[in-house]
């Protein structure tokens, strides 16, 4: 195991997940990337995008920030970085392209009409990630 994908959205699951993802990465001796997929506005707009992006950065500094700190005392590899898009196919593309070995996530825990309606990300995720896909509840 040598590359580790963890999907984070600063819900309690995702703060779980980081925490699993952490130890997983620890044990293995692997790179840990946490990615953050904030969704643009439909249609979305080349200027609402960057503006998007910039704002989405600073709001994911300060919990990447005390991420990092969680991670100093474990001596890990840790990457963070946020994306826009449709977050499974953000998180998806990101694991193909560095090859990782699993990807960790936290289960948002909504009601069976919202998953009907809006869809399960971590589902899709399962569906179509190439590698191992762990759902922290």
Not at 16 to 32: I, N, S, T, V
Not at 37 to 55: F, N, W, Y
Not at 84 to 109: T, Y
């Amino acid at each position: 195991m040598k590359n580790i994908v963890m999907a984070y959205d600063t819900s309690e699951q995702a703060k779980k997940a980081f925490d699993f993802a952490a130890e997983m990465a620890q044990k293995y001796g692997a790179q840990l990337t946490v990615l953050s997929v904030v969704r643009p506005p439909e249609p979305a707009e080349s200027v609402e995008t960057g503006a998007m992006l910039e704002e989405a950065s600073h709001i994911y500094a300060a919990d990447f920030a005390k991420l990092k700190k969680k991670t100093a005392p474990l001596k890990i590899k840790a990457k963070f970085e946020v994306a826009i898009g449709h977050p499974a196919e953000k998180i998806i593309q990101r694991a193909n392209a560095l090859k990782a070995d699993a990807i960790v996530m936290g289960h948002r825990g909504k009601s069976l009409m919202e998953r009907w309606l809006l869809g399960s990300i971590s589902k899709r995720v399962i569906s179509y990630a190439h590698c191992t896909v762990i759902v922290v509840r």
